[in-house]
C-alpha cells in the first residue's frame, strides 16, 4: 500500500500546485493544454493497443465490458459521486454531470487507474514491498496532475480517492492476481486499456464525440477471463 499512498500524495501536492498557477494562466493557454494532453493520451492509449497479439479478444472484451457497464451504470455513478463531492466542496457555479468539477474528476480518476503501471506496480507492491514502479507513475501523474487541475480545477485532485480504493484494492488481492493473470491476459488486459484511454481522449480532453467511457471499465476484467477460456481449448 505504501506506493499508493504515494501515489495518492503526488496527485495532491500537483493539483495543488496546478490550483494555485492555474489563475494566472490565459484561458486559451489553458485550452490549448487540455488539447496537448488529449492528443498524448490518444498516442498513449494506441501503443498500448498495439501490445495485443489477438484485437478479436479486445474487440470482445470492450463489447462484453460496455454491455456491463451500462447494466451497472458504472458512468453514472461516477458522475453522482462527482457531483456530490461538488456540491460539497466547490463552489463553481457551473454545476452537474458537465461541470468543470465533475469533467476534472472524470478524466483524471479514468486517466489515472487506466494502464499497465496502476495494475502491475500494485501487485508489486502488494506482494513484496516494491513500490518502484508506483513511484515512477506517481512521478507523472504528479505532473499530469498540475497541467489538469491547471485547466480543470479542484475535481482532478478528488481522483485521489479513487486511485485509494482501485490501487489499494489491487495491492491487497495481489497475492491471488498474481497467480491468476499470465502474460498472454496482461498483454490483452493492457491492450483493452489502451482503447479505453483512446476514449477518454477523444470524449473528454479533445471533445470530439461523447462517450460513456466509464461504462468500458468492466472490459478491463473481460479481456484476460477471454484469454483464459480460450487457452481452455
Known amino acids: 500500500m505504501t506506493g499508493t499512498f504515494i501515489n495518492v500524495a503526488a496527485i495532491l501536492i500537483g493539483g495543488t500546485i ?12 489553458k485550452n490549448t493544454v487540455i488539447a496537448g494532453m ?25 463489447i462484453i465490458g460496455a454491455l456491463l457497464g451500462e447494466w451497472i451504470g458504472i458512468e453514472d455513478g461516477l458522475q453522482s459521486f462527482g457531483q456530490m463531492l461538488e ?4 463552489s463553481d457555479s457551473e454545476t452537474g454531470s458537465g461541470s468543470k468539477f465533475v469533467r476534472g474528476f472524470m478524466v483524471s480518476s479514468l486517466l489515472f487507474c487506466i494502464g499497465p503501471m496502476a495494475i502491475l506496480g500494485s501487485i508489486q507492491d502488494g506482494l513484496n514491498g516494491n513500490y518502484e514502479m508506483l513511484a515512477v ?49 496482461m498483454a490483452e488486459l493492457i491492450a483493452t486499456g ?40
Open 18 to 29: 496546478g490550483l494555485f498557477f492555474g489563475s494566472r494562466i490565459p484561458e486559451r493557454f
Open 38 to 62: 488529449g492528443l498524448f493520451t490518444a498516442a498513449m492509449g494506441l501503443e498500448m493497443f498495439l501490445e495485443s497479439k489477438n484485437s478479436l479478444i479486445v474487440l470482445g472484451a470492450l
Open 137 to 185: 507513475k506517481s512521478t507523472l501523474d504528479g505532473f499530469a496532475a498540475i497541467a489538469f487541475a491547471s485547466t480543470l480545477g479542484v475535481g482532478v485532485m478528488f481522483s485521489s480517492l479513487i486511485i485509494l480504493v482501485y490501487q489499494g484494492g489491487i495491492s491487497l488481492l495481489a497475492g491471488q492476481l498474481d497467480a491468476i493473470v499470465t502474460d498472454p491476459m
Open 87 to 90: 456540491k460539497r466542496f466547490s
Open 194 to 233: 489502451g482503447v479505453i484511454l483512446m476514449g477518454v481522449a477523444v470524449s473528454n480532453l479533445l471533445e470530439l464525440k461523447k462517450i460513456r467511457v466509464g461504462n468500458f471499465l468492466p472490459a478491463l476484467a473481460v479481456a484476460p477471463l477471454i484469454v483464459w477460456i480460450l487457452s481452455l481449448f
